[in-house]
């Protein structure tokens, strides 16, 4: 079945510096995209979406791309901090089921 | 803080034991969610119940008992598990069970089946 990918586990990042997290998805038809991440011990919380009518968008030190000539998707984080230390999920909404990436670890250099 | 609460945190039961987990959210939304995750693996969906009626059942066995007394109470009854469904479990939920609505996850029961 079409599934949503991520190109690295694990991402390590100096603190201060930006992050991105990459995601390919292989189903040109899904208009709905979505970021959790997941910090040890807790749930999935809700990081950012877009939708396939939109190439940008922006919150709070975050910002999601999405390249749907190349079904490609990302997650930038400004200024990384401790904080960001977790495993971040990508999601597709594809044929009405919400599809999850297999996840990146991002870890956090003092 | 998650607004979705489970209990309880950590489980460990035989496998001929029967227990329950807990879910509860006061945020008037209408739809509830069960997933499992295994370590350094993503969620996979269960269950969904939707204005108080299941509309979702992943294949799950029936071991695997869900419960949802009103909208903000969900319960899943687990009866003769087996190791391999030792896991997180987490509960979810979203304002109107759309698929483009973000869900909001609990903090997840973290069973273990002997």
């Known amino acids: 079945g079409e599934s949503v990918g991520l190109h690295l586990p694990t991402l390590s990042v100096q603190e201060g510096d930006n992050s991105i997290i990459n995601c390919a998805y292989s189903?040109?038809?899904?208009?709905?995209f979505i970021w959790y991440k997941q910090e040890s011990g807790k749930g999935p919380q809700f990081i950012i979406d877009?939708?396939?009518n939109m190439d940008k968008r922006q919150g709070q030190r975050v910002t999601v791309l999405l390249n749907k000539t190349v079904k490609h998707l990302s997650l930038q984080i400004a200024a990384t901090q401790p904080g960001d230390s977790a495993v971040y999920f990508c999601a597709e909404n594809s044929n009405y089921q919400l599809i999850w990436g297999a996840g990146t670890k991002l870890i956090i250099k003092p | 803080d998650t607004e979705v609460t489970q209990t309880p945190k950590h489980l460990v039961m035989g496998m001929t034991n029967k227990k329950s987990l807990k879910c509860e959210q006061h945020?008037?939304?209408?739809?509830m969610y069960w997933y499992k995750q295994k370590a350094k693996k993503p969620p996979e969906l269960m269950f969904v119940y939707s204005y108080e009626k299941l509309s979702i059942n992943e294949s799950v066995p029936s071991r695997f008992s869900p419960e949802c007394p009103n909208s903000s109470l969900l319960n899943l009854h687990l009866h003769a598990l087996q190791p391999e469904d030792s896991a997180l479990y987490l509960c979810?939920?979203?304002?109107?069970?759309?698929?483009?609505?973000?869900?909001?996850f609990g903090s997840g029961t973290q069973l273990s089946v002997l």
């Open positions: 945020m008037g939304h209408r739809a």
């Open positions: 189903n040109s038809a899904s208009d709905y």
């Open positions: 877009i939708r396939s």
């Open positions: 979810a939920s979203t304002r109107d069970g759309q698929i483009n609505e973000k869900l909001f």
